[in-house]
């Protein structure tokens, strides 16, 4: 070995230090999670190998394998493998730094909420699995030589925050072998018989021979080329906890698929419990197990689904990809793209079988998913309409259920001569059903699609249409209600128009004059409300233009947009302005209708979200006040 003045001495990234400190604390209370992790590791490794072996001289490798070597006297456990290894600055990379920092977050927000937290496990799946070896140990020896390379190197480290790397004169193999210092009280792992148990509970379906005294421990079929008839619910199970690192979660539901023509490939899908992009951690970046023949192409491919069925975990077997297949090489392939198309329209038959014959279920999976599954209706893959008939949406029919509305549903329970389907929006569900612009939905009976997330908003605007109904906002100006008693549906309410108009008619038009003289360039015009019932006025937007939520986010984004001047409406039947249409007729009412108008737009600005002159309207109040009180 090195001499001592030859070791180099560096300093984990401060991310590092912290999730060691975390792991040294016990967070991760099952210590066997840490062979699992290791054992991942190590198979990736030798799927690299493999990978790197065909595509540099087209040579398949053989005798690939894991080993777990105990040392009861010495209280060392050895993970080995004979995969791709690691050069000088490869161990600093990989080892140095932390592959994804909401791992981090992760483990804190874990240890707020649940001191032990089965959730724990997913520390796998975020690049941090090695790090458990500190678990385990008080000490933890990397020894690892490149596939390309001479060079033997020894990473080691106590988890104190620095790690040393010297090389090693003896000729080592190819590979990686990690050395585990046990701690105190942790002899169990260096038992056969234990590791074993522990292999095969988590590392069953390895797709490499992990080998404990010999004996080959992880000798399970790959049950996805064997019929569904034949695998049983505790091999999906434990298939399911292999590709996902979920232990004792199960699925919300899985898709075992085969196809022989007009190509042949193998499937088994699963959507997750648990939707990662709602945890915080950003955009799923994970792929499926792509296999030609059983043998690992890909473990992360990303092209075989649509992205907005990226949260899918499975894997993918076809005997007509070649073994060579680099990523650029399968985006060009007919067969992939054949079996990305056969492979698309599976997962949406199986969502249109559980909503039709497990809508609990289908819910589940919406609440979790639907998030990212919404976006197929901005797709291009061809999908559009079946995925717009899987959306769903809560309503003001199912308001206070936890009930889930179809576009479909919505559309059998309309109103005779209905030719919309409406939305409303806003920040949460009980804000929205405050919303002026609603009573004349709920006078009607009419049904509204309640959107709290702005993306929805942006799904429905792309499709626009559906069941030949076009998709609107109750704020638009271009709203159009279904015939009321048999009138013509341009009328709106008919039956109302006629009774406002018949209330001092002639004093509500001269209203609407002084607020739009007054009002001015704050609006783009004054009119009379035929959706309102109770409220004074509300804001509604210009034909053409923006919903107020879309609006008010881009706004937030682009603090240079301008928000785009709406219209607004006021209610001839209102107490308040029945009495403003008596006053406005005496100049002398002049300056107090005036401030009306001022008021009572910000009073519709706070209605609809918008944040009006905060200094205008507290001095306008107090005016008002001492008014009240007889002051001047």
Same mark, same amino acid.
Not at 582 to 590: R, T
């Given at each position: 070995?090195?001499?001592?003045?030859?070791?180099?001495?560096?300093?984990?990234?401060?991310?590092?230090?912290?999730?060691?400190?975390?792991?040294?604390?016990?967070?991760?209370?099952?210590?066997? $999670?840490?062979?699992?992790?290791?054992?991942?590791?190590?198979?990736?490794?030798? &799927?690299?190998?493999?990978?790197?072996?065909?595509?540099?001289?087209?040579?398949?490798?053989?005798?690939?394998?894991?080993?777990?070597?105990?040392?009861?006297?010495?209280?060392?456990?050895?993970?080995?493998?004979?995969?791709?290894?690691?050069?000088?600055?490869?161990?600093?990379?990989?080892?140095?730094?932390?592959?994804?920092?909401?791992?981090?977050?992760?483990?804190?927000?874990?240890?707020?909420?649940?001191?032990?937290?089965?959730?724990?496990?997913?520390?796998?799946?975020?690049?941090?699995?090695?790090?458990? +070896?500190?678990?385990?140990?008080?000490?933890?020896?990397?020894?690892?030589?490149?596939?390309?390379?001479?060079?033997?190197?020894?990473?080691?480290?106590?988890?104190?925050?620095?790690?040393?790397?010297?090389?090693?004169?003896?000729?080592?193999?190819?590979?990686?072998?990690?050395?585990?210092?046990?701690?105190?009280?942790?002899?169990?792992?260096?038992?056969?018989?234990?590791?074993?148990?522990?292999?095969?509970?988590?590392?069953?379906?390895?797709?490499?021979?992990?080998?404990?005294?010999?004996?080959?421990?992880?000798?399970?079929?790959?049950?996805?080329?064997?019929?569904?008839?034949?695998?049983?619910?505790?091999?999906?199970? *434990?298939?399911?906890?292999?590709?996902?690192?979920?232990?004792?979660?199960?699925?919300?539901?899985?898709?075992?698929?085969?196809?022989?023509?007009?190509?042949?490939?193998?499937?088994?899908?699963?959507?997750?419990?648990?939707?990662?992009?709602?945890?915080?951690?950003?955009?799923?970046?994970?792929?499926?197990?792509?296999?030609?023949?059983? $043998?690992?192409?890909?473990?992360?491919?990303?092209?075989?689904?649509?992205?907005?069925?990226?949260?899918?975990?499975?894997?993918?077997?076809?005997?007509?990809?070649?073994?060579?297949?680099?990523?650029?090489?399968?985006?060009?392939?007919?067969?992939?793209?054949?079996?990305?198309?056969?492979?698309?329209?599976?997962?949406? &038959?199986?969502?249109?079988?559980?909503?039709?014959?497990?809508?609990?279920?289908?819910?589940?999976?919406?609440?979790?998913?639907?998030?990212?599954?919404?976006?197929?209706?901005?797709?291009?893959?061809?999908?559009?309409?079946?995925?717009?008939?899987?959306?769903?949406?809560?309503?003001?029919?199912?308001?206070?259920?936890?009930?889930?509305?179809?576009?479909?549903?919505?559309?059998?329970?309309?109103?005779?001569?209905?030719?919309?389907?409406?939305?409303?929006?806003?920040?949460?569900?009980?804000?929205?059903?405050?919303?002026? *612009?609603?009573?004349?939905?709920?006078?009607?009976?009419?049904?509204?699609?309640?959107?709290?997330?702005?993306?929805?908003?942006?799904?429905? +605007?792309?499709?626009?249409?559906?069941?030949?109904?076009?998709?609107?906002?109750?704020?638009?100006?271009?709203?159009?209600?279904?015939?009321?008693?048999?009138?013509?549906?341009?009328?709106?309410?008919?039956?109302?128009?006629?009774?406002?108009?018949?209330?001092?008619?002639?004093?509500?038009?001269?209203?609407?004059?002084?607020?739009?003289?007054?009002?001015?360039?704050?609006?783009?015009?004054?009119?009379?409300?035929?959706?309102?019932?109770?409220?004074?006025?509300?804001?509604?937007?210009?034909?053409?233009?923006?919903?107020?939520?879309?609006?008010?986010?881009?706004?937030?984004?682009?603090?240079?947009?301008?928000?785009?001047?709406?219209?607004?409406?006021?209610?001839?039947?209102?107490?308040?302005?029945?009495?403003?249409?008596?006053?406005?007729?005496?100049?002398?009412?002049?300056?107090?209708?005036?401030?009306?108008?001022?008021?009572?737009?910000?009073?519709?600005? $706070?209605?609809?979200?918008?944040?009006?002159?905060? *200094?205008?309207?507290?001095?306008?109040?107090?005016?008002?006040?001492?008014?009240?009180?007889?002051?001047?």
């Amino acid at each position: 070995m090195a001499n001592e003045q030859d070791t180099q001495q560096y300093t984990f990234q401060a991310e590092i230090r912290q999730l060691l400190h975390l792991l040294s604390h016990s967070l991760y209370q099952n210590r066997e $999670i840490t062979l699992r992790e290791l054992i991942s590791n190590a198979s990736d490794a030798l &799927d690299k190998y493999r990978y790197h072996l065909l595509t540099s001289s087209g040579e398949s490798a053989e005798d690939l394998q894991i080993r777990l070597e105990p040392d009861k006297e010495n209280r060392v456990l050895v993970i080995r493998d004979n995969g791709i290894g690691m050069s000088h600055d490869e161990l600093i990379a990989n080892l140095g730094t932390i592959a994804r920092s909401g791992s981090l977050e992760f483990l804190r927000k874990a240890k707020e909420q649940q001191e032990h937290s089965d959730s724990l496990s997913l520390i796998g799946q975020f690049g941090v699995g090695f790090y458990s +070896s500190f678990m385990l140990a008080d000490r933890v020896e990397v020894i690892s030589r490149g596939a390309d390379s001479d060079q033997t190197w020894r990473w080691e480290s106590t988890g104190d925050g620095t790690f040393t790397l010297s090389e090693v004169e003896e000729q080592s193999e190819r590979g990686t072998s990690i050395r585990l210092h046990l701690k105190k009280d942790l002899d169990e792992f260096t038992d056969p018989v234990r590791l074993k148990y522990i292999v095969r509970k988590y590392s069953t379906f390895v797709p490499h021979p992990v080998l404990v005294e010999e004996e080959h421990i992880n000798n399970q079929p790959p049950i996805w080329l064997e019929p569904r008839a034949s695998v049983t619910e505790e091999q999906y199970q *434990n298939f399911y906890e292999y590709l996902t690192h979920f232990p004792g979660q199960k699925p919300i539901w899985k898709l075992h698929l085969a196809a022989d023509s007009p190509f042949q490939f193998h499937s088994i899908l699963y959507c997750p419990e648990t939707n990662l992009e709602k945890m915080g951690f950003g955009r799923t970046d994970h792929g499926l197990h792509l296999c030609a023949r059983r $043998i690992l192409v890909q473990n992360d491919n990303r092209d075989l689904l649509p992205d907005y069925l990226r949260f899918l975990r499975g894997i993918v077997d076809s005997a007509d990809l070649p073994l060579n297949v680099s990523r650029e090489a399968l985006q060009d392939n007919t067969v992939f793209r054949k079996m990305r198309t056969v492979i698309t329209r599976k997962v949406l &038959d199986q969502l249109d079988k559980l909503a039709e014959k497990e809508p609990e279920q289908f819910a589940k999976f919406y609440r979790e998913f639907g998030m990212i599954f919404r976006e197929g209706v901005t797709g291009s893959d061809g999908n559009r309409d079946r995925v717009a008939e899987l959306l769903r949406f809560t309503s003001t029919t199912t308001a206070g259920t936890d009930d889930l509305v179809s576009l479909k549903q919505y559309c059998e329970r309309a109103a005779e001569g209905q030719e919309q389907i409406y939305y409303v929006c806003g920040t949460d569900r009980q804000s929205v059903l405050q919303d002026p *612009n609603l009573e004349v939905f709920r006078k009607r009976g009419l049904e509204v699609l309640v959107l709290t997330d702005p993306a929805d908003e942006y799904v429905l +605007s792309s499709l626009a249409t559906w069941s030949e109904k076009t998709i609107i906002s109750v704020d638009a100006a271009d709203l159009k209600l279904p015939p009321a008693d048999g009138s013509d549906s341009d009328s709106d309410d008919a039956s109302d128009t006629e009774k406002s108009a018949a209330t001092n008619s002639e004093g509500f038009e001269k209203l609407i004059a002084v607020f739009s003289e007054t009002l001015g360039e704050r609006v783009r015009e004054v009119r009379r409300s035929a959706r309102l019932t109770e409220s004074d006025c509300c804001l509604v937007n210009a034909e053409g233009s923006m919903s107020t939520t879309m609006q008010r986010i881009l706004r937030m984004n682009t603090p240079e947009f301008e928000m785009q001047k709406m219209v607004l409406e006021l209610n001839p039947d209102s107490t308040l302005v029945k009495r403003l249409s008596e006053l406005v007729s005496d100049d002398a009412n002049a300056d107090f209708i005036q401030q009306c108008a001022l008021q009572l737009h910000a009073n519709a600005m $706070i209605q609809a979200g918008l944040a009006p002159n905060g *200094n205008e309207m507290a001095s306008r109040l107090q005016s008002f006040m001492l008014q009240l009180a007889g002051q001047k």
